[in-house]
């Protein structure tokens, strides 16, 4: 052979090798996607998540299941409905996923530990499992997620984590867990972290030198260095035990939130940025936030402060001066405030008149001065110049006078929502303006010196469709009820008490459907109550006590009590008749008051009774006084001045019993409620069963009766911290509903009351136990 033949072999061997080579490498990657294809669809099948994966036998065109351009799986992105639950997180098999590079599995019921496998996602950059119900520490296997980059597991039950190899990470939110500690010392390139509602009680930020968001509230910090976060813009550590905070090397902060903590003053000298501050719920007596010339929202409800200096503030928005020790005139200084929206100043002792150099805030949408010792009459301009006002509350001070006088209400307030003047001394007429003002939904007039009947031009405020709530309790209003109040079919609460009306109560009244409140007591009212008052099923309170009324009790108000009443106050009447039987067969209500009527007849309670305050004391009633056994939650029970027979009560079987009169009857002697229902035709061998029953059924019902009360608790201070607890949100502040601070008082009485209803879930007779409607309609009161 030539060389030139031998060389041209030589080349095309080569070639052929090379091209044999690429076929061969081709192939093996090909077959590597296509197993590695079917291992991940294999995994995806096991866990009986995707309820359409047989429409298609690529999982790639599958819900929540992203692939790369080789058709590998690299983002899982798992949304649940509702009622779905996907159970454990080990149905997933991690191991099948080599190229996984996000995972999102949120608020899908997943319980149990995070597993060890996890540690096989190698790739994974982001994980979300926030909202399920996770447990336990993290595994150690999540130190080989070294690139991950944003990590949420908030709102879950998680109690530890290890997090010092995850040097990538620029986002953690553990939020809404169980954590005690955790260590940041090797992520700098953190910056954005979310540590709220935890049980943290200290925790160390020294290394964090990137970060910019710190969310810290609810936990039991007692003291945090901020030194070296100079980058930090929001930082909210409300909610903590926190008696001292320095801040001065924070220059870049822009919203800072402090409330419900222990501090009595803190330095913002060099923080000049900000923006939005909220210093409520502390102990703080003063401060100067002259330098604070960005700020735009400032809310120092509910301290100690006697004075503070505002100057300087022209951007500030929202002022929340509430709850403290102001003292002295309106500071004129507020009215140069030309950018204000919200503002109040309630609850102070703040003197003298409202200045008219306050309606020169045009911008004010919502202005509250209420629980001050201010007088004199309302100034023109206030109503005259602020158009967009949707919140006006003067309530509790010493205003009087006319409410409106050279000032047109309808032609300036078109905006406003809720009105409240009560607990002032105004007088003469309720204005006619105010029938114009379409937008209100709130309207307090109450304890006044209001007078004179209910003028017929005030039928136009039957255009008030939006009104929810009306009040002139306590004020010299005379005359017929006007019937024109049933056009107001949006009415939740109407209180008409303490004032001089006469004549019938209308029965157009009953097709206020959406009353829940109806109070007419403390009138001159005659007749009988109207039957109509049976279409109102969504009353809970009813009082028509001190009045005249008589005639005996409409079986259709017996009704409601099968429905929402909570509360039914009729004393003082002149009701006659016996009380109708099927008053015994309905749950009654909570509070019940027939006292100083004619009443007769005997006297019946359904089983369960949830009654906790009875009065039928002077009255006609007659027979025994047995069936208030059924009603062992009382805590007042007067039936004194009747015709009651046989034994007396034995108050020894009302363990919460405060207060008791069964005087003026003819009892004798006292007689044990049975602990049971038993009839006398039942063995002692059926009686030893049901004992023996006892203590199974209280084990069993136990976490309930806890679970309750629990709700309840945390209900009452989940509103609690919502009303004292004010976020500087427009979008709040904007409805203007005032929130009372519940008293002590009241959290104790609803705690009892829940773990009353839960205690009667484990009575020993199963007749005498509330059904789930009776437990939610008692729960719903």
């Known amino acids: ?119 096989l996602l190698s790739n994974l950059t982001h994980l979300s499992l926030s909202g399920n119900q996770l447990t336990g520490k993290l595994p150690h296997s999540f130190s080989s997620l070294t690139r991950l980059e944003n990590l949420d597991l908030s709102n879950n039950y998680i109690t530890g984590v290890s997090l010092a190899n995850l040097t990538r990470l620029y986002a953690l939110d553990l939020s809404n867990n169980y954590i005690t500690g955790v260590s940041f010392a090797n992520l700098t390139r953190l910056e954005n972290l979310y540590l709220s509602n935890n049980n943290l009680t200290g925790v160390s930020l020294a290394n964090l030198t990137s970060l910019e968001n710190l969310y810290l509230s609810n936990n039991y910090l007692t003291g945090v260095s901020f030194a070296n976060l100079t980058r930090l813009e929001n930082l909210y550590l409300s909610n903590n035990n926190l008696t001292g905070v320095s801040l001065a090397n924070l220059t870049s902060l822009e919203n800072l939130y402090l409330s419900n903590n222990y501090l009595t003053g803190v330095s913002f000298t060099n923080l000049t940025r900000l923006e939005h501050l909220d210093l409520s719920n502390n102990y703080i007596t003063g401060g100067s936030f002259t330098n604070l010339t960005r700020l735009e929202n400032l809310d120092l409800s509910n301290n100690y402060l006697t004075g503070v200096l505002l100057a300087n ?113 105004f007088n003469v007429k309720i204005p006619s303006q105010l029938v114009k003002l379409t937008s209100l939904t709130t309207v307090d007039l109450s304890q006044n010196q209001l007078m004179g009947s209910i003028p017929s031009y005030l039928d136009s405020m039957a255009n008030l469709t939006n009104l929810t709530y009306l009040s002139c309790r306590g004020n010299l209003l005379t005359g017929k009820l006007p019937v024109w109040l049933k056009n107001l079919t949006q009415l939740v609460n109407l209180d008409l008490s303490r004032n001089n009306f006469t004549d019938l109560i209308p029965p157009s009244f009953g097709s206020m459907v959406n009353l829940k409140v109806l109070d007419l007591s403390d009138n001159n009212l005659n007749g009988p109550i109207p039957s109509s008052f049976g279409n109102l099923s969504q009353l809970r309170f009813l009082d028509l006590a001190m009045n005249s009324i008589s005639g005996p009790i409409p079986l259709d108000i017996a009704y409601l009590m099968n429905f929402n009443l909570g509360h039914l106050d009729l004393h003082h009447n002149r009701l006659v008749g016996a009380i109708h039987p099927e008053f015994g067969k309905l749950l009654p209500p909570s509070y019940l008051d027939l006292s100083s009527n004619q009443l007769s007849g005997y006297m019946s309670f359904g089983n369960p009774c949830f009654l906790r305050h009875l009065d039928l004391s002077s009255n006609l009633m007659t027979g025994a006084i047995s069936s208030v056994c059924d009603c062992r939650y009382l805590e007042y029970l007067d039936i004194s001045s009747n015709h009651f027979v046989r034994k007396a009560l034995n108050l020894g079987d009302f363990p919460y019993l405060s207060f008791s009169n069964q005087s003026q009857n003819h009892l004798n002697g006292e007689m044990g409620c049975p602990s049971n229902n038993l009839t006398s035709g039942q063995s002692e061998t059926n009686e030893h069963k049901r004992r023996k029953q006892h203590v199974p059924r209280l084990t069993i019902f136990l976490p309930i009766i806890v679970g309750l009360c629990f709700l309840v608790v945390a209900r009452l201070f989940y509103n609690r911290e919502k009303a004292t607890t004010k976020k500087i949100q427009p979008e709040i502040i904007k409805h203007g509903d005032r929130l009372s601070y519940p008293t002590d008082r009241l959290i104790e009485k609803e705690i009892l009351h829940a773990c009353h209803v839960a205690l009667a879930c484990i009575l020993t007779d199963p007749k005498a136990r509330p059904t789930m409607r009776n437990v939610s309609q008692e729960l719903s009161r």
């Open 313 to 425: 503030l022209t951007r500030l928005k929202y002022l929340d001066l509430s709850n403290n020790a102001l003292t002295g005139i309106l500071p004129a200084q507020i009215a140069g405030l030309k950018n204000l929206y919200h503002l109040d100043l309630s609850r102070n002792k703040f003197i003298g008149q409202i200045p008219s150099s306050f309606g020169s805030m045009v911008n004010l949408t919502n202005l509250y001065l209420s629980a001050n010792q201010l007088n004199g009459s309302i100034p023109p301009a206030l109503i005259t110049n602020l158009h967009k006002l949707e919140s006006l509350d003067l309530s509790n001070n010493n205003l009087h006078g006319p409410i409106s006088s050279r000032a047109n209400l309808h032609v300036s307030f078109t905006s406003l929502r809720y009105l409240n003047l009560s607990h002032n001394n």
């Open 1 to 119: 052979m030539c060389p030139t033949s031998s060389k041209n072999l030589t080349v095309h061997m080569h070639n052929f090798t090379y091209v044999l080579m690429m076929l061969i490498f081709v192939l093996a990657k090909t077959s590597a996607n296509d197993f590695n294809k079917s291992r991940e669809a294999k995994a995806l099948l096991a866990t009986n998540w995707w309820e359409y994966r047989n429409a298609s036998s690529d999982h790639c065109t599958w819900p929540y299941i992203y692939c790369n351009e080789e058709g590998s799986v690299y983002w899982i992105d798992f949304y649940c409905d509702d009622n779905e639950g996907l159970g454990d997180l080990r149905s997933l098999d991690f191991a099948s996923f080599p190229n996984l590079e996000r995972l999102s599995i949120n608020v899908c019921k997943l319980e149990g530990s995070i597993p060890e496998q996890i540690g």
